[in-house]
């Protein structure tokens, strides 16, 4: 039965990673759901991204790209410059893009009557307010690491700042667990090379404060997962809308909704081909990058444990040089096939609910967090950056679905 349309017309936008688009496009299918229309706005890259990665476009949803100066992409794990010259110029330019977006529909038969935008977009909110248009914040980490950030900003920055270069040390957080220098956000830490993002992150919580009471502060998680977090900050509407996965592996209601990306199913023949549950499937996102000696030793475990395994790596990625490894063992991973499969991409979520996968190791982006618990997959928790040391605390010791 078709969707009655309605009047409203959501404006999303969104980062052009990964882990901030698959989020944002999941929740403009579910507002695509109820009738209403959505504009969905990120980079000609983040654009690209998705094209590739989409047989077709879902109804109710218009694509409008910009352009950052960097069509054909940029590496989030460049210097600390290079970073903020990125960010920059995506303000500048997606600031202009979303001026324009929004006076052209005013004048138009669809006006805009809700502007959503996820993290470390501020200047979306200035934009909303600016043309006064209802707006919220899509929160695509989990609630904790939310309440981490508005503690931090609210007076608890300089007994965090004074002590994480222990590693003993412990903080206890109101609602939050115990939690010990490793399990704050990256940004945190005396290790963060990208000072300016906890800045970013300051301007973000301060207009939050501005904001009116009818703004609400959309969670990617849910009540059961995260009850204490979701309720422990009374100045905001805060709602756990997730899990933001694609409804065929959630809850059936829509099955043309299935996860984009892998150009090939031949890991799923060769998925299908395995025992159940006797599959380690190894991913660690569209950003993070090993170290060779990680690499080699990820291989040699992977090897040692007899396990067959299917291994993501992304394209750019690579062994050590094959002079430098002269253990027998470690190169079975390259040239005996039958123990293991590596694709430079795939359908995760299709992957984990194969009844063949017996756990992943994973960074613990908060994507293939959800993902993994949706699918009832244990995880050995690697993580790398950002919000990932929170994940992976919650994923050992408050879920207790992994280990670290």
Same mark, same amino acid.
């Given at each position: 039965?078709?969707?009655q349309?309605?009047?409203?017309?959501?404006?999303?936008?969104?980062?052009?990673?990964?882990?901030?688009?698959?989020?944002t496009l999941q929740?403009?299918?579910?507002?695509?759901?109820?009738? *209403?229309?959505?504009?969905?706005?990120?980079?000609v890259?983040?654009?690209?991204?998705?094209?590739?990665?989409?047989?077709?476009s879902? #109804?109710?949803?218009?694509?409008v790209p910009?352009?950052? @100066?960097y069509?054909?992409?940029?590496?989030?794990?460049?210097?600390?410059?290079?970073?903020?010259?990125?960010?920059?110029?995506?303000?500048r330019?997606?600031?202009?893009? %979303?001026?324009?977006l929004v006076?052209?529909?005013?004048? @138009?038969?669809? &006006? +805009?009557?809700? %502007?959503?935008?996820?993290?470390?977009? &501020?200047?979306? *909110?200035e934009?909303?307010?600016?043309?006064?248009?209802?707006s919220?914040?899509?929160?695509?980490q989990?609630a904790?690491?939310?309440?981490i950030?508005?503690?931090?900003?609210?007076?608890?920055?300089?007994?965090?700042?004074d002590?994480t270069?222990?590693p003993s040390?412990?903080?206890?957080?109101?609602?939050?667990p115990?939690?010990?220098?490793q #399990?704050?956000?990256s940004?945190?830490?005396?290790?963060?090379?990208?000072?300016?993002?906890?800045?970013?992150f300051?301007?973000?919580?301060?207009l939050?404060?501005?904001?009116?009471?009818?703004?609400?502060?959309?969670?990617?998680?849910?009540?059961? %997962?995260?009850?204490?977090?979701?309720k422990? +900050?009374?100045k905001?509407?805060?709602?756990?809308?997730?899990?933001?996965v694609?409804?065929?592996? %959630?809850?059936c209601?829509?099955?043309?909704?299935?996860?984009?990306? @892998?150009?090939s199913k031949?890991?799923?023949?060769?998925?299908?081909?395995k025992?159940?549950?006797?599959?380690?499937?190894?991913?660690?996102?569209?950003?993070?990058? =090993?170290?060779n000696?990680?690499m080699?030793?990820?291989?040699?475990?992977?090897?040692?444990s007899g396990?067959?395994?299917?291994?993501?790596?992304?394209?750019?990625?690579?062994?050590?040089?094959?002079?430098e490894?002269?253990?027998?063992?470690?190169?079975?991973? =390259?040239?005996?096939?039958?123990?293991?499969?590596?694709?430079?991409?795939c359908?995760?979520?299709?992957?984990?609910n194969?009844?063949?996968?017996?756990?992943?190791?994973?960074?613990?982006g908060?994507?293939?967090?959800?993902?993994? +618990?949706?699918?009832?997959?244990?995880?050995?928790?690697?993580?790398?950056?950002t919000?990932? @040391?929170?994940?992976?605390?919650? +994923?050992?010791?408050?879920?207790?679905?992994?280990?670290?």
């Amino acid at each position: 039965m078709a969707v009655q349309e309605n009047q409203n017309h959501f404006l999303l936008v969104t980062s052009p990673a990964q882990g901030h688009i698959n989020p944002t496009l999941q929740f403009a299918k579910r507002l695509t759901s109820t009738g *209403a229309h959505v504009t969905f706005v990120t980079s000609v890259h983040g654009q690209k991204r998705m094209s590739n990665n989409s047989t077709a476009s879902p #109804d109710g949803i218009t694509f409008v790209p910009f352009s950052d @100066g960097y069509d054909d992409g940029f590496n989030f794990m460049s210097g600390d410059d290079e970073l903020h010259h990125y960010m920059s110029e995506v303000r500048r330019c997606g600031k202009e893009a %979303l001026v324009d977006l929004v006076v052209a529909h005013a004048k @138009g038969h669809r &006006p +805009i009557t809700c %502007l959503v935008y996820t993290l470390l977009l &501020p200047w979306a *909110a200035e934009v909303a307010r600016e043309y006064q248009l209802q707006s919220a914040l899509l929160w695509i980490q989990p609630a904790t690491v939310f309440d981490i950030f508005y503690y931090y900003f609210s007076g608890y920055s300089e007994v965090i700042d004074d002590n994480t270069s222990d590693p003993s040390y412990s903080i206890k957080l109101p609602c939050l667990p115990l939690l010990k220098s490793q #399990d704050l956000p990256s940004f945190f830490l005396p290790s963060n090379t990208y000072s300016w993002i906890l800045k970013l992150f300051e301007e973000q919580f301060g207009l939050l404060l501005e904001e009116t009471e009818s703004f609400q502060i959309l969670v990617n998680t849910f009540d059961e %997962l995260e009850p204490e977090p979701l309720k422990a +900050i009374d100045k905001f509407k805060i709602s756990g809308i997730g899990p933001l996965v694609p409804s065929t592996f %959630l809850d059936c209601k829509d099955m043309s909704d299935k996860s984009s990306g @892998g150009d090939s199913k031949d890991y799923i023949k060769w998925l299908s081909s395995k025992n159940k549950s006797s599959v380690v499937y190894v991913s660690f996102g569209s950003i993070a990058v =090993l170290t060779n000696k990680q690499m080699e030793e990820l291989a040699r475990g992977l090897v040692d444990s007899g396990r067959p395994f299917l291994w993501v790596i992304r394209s750019g990625e690579s062994f050590p040089k094959e002079q430098e490894d002269k253990n027998e063992r470690y190169n079975e991973i =390259l040239c005996e096939e039958h123990k293991g499969m590596i694709v430079p991409w795939c359908s995760q979520v299709e992957v984990l609910n194969h009844p063949s996968i017996g756990c992943f190791v994973t960074h613990c982006g908060w994507n293939s967090t959800l993902e993994s +618990i949706s699918m009832g997959v244990p995880v050995v928790a690697f993580p790398q950056w950002t919000d990932q @040391g929170t994940n992976a605390k919650l +994923i050992e010791d408050v879920w207790k679905m992994g280990v670290r």
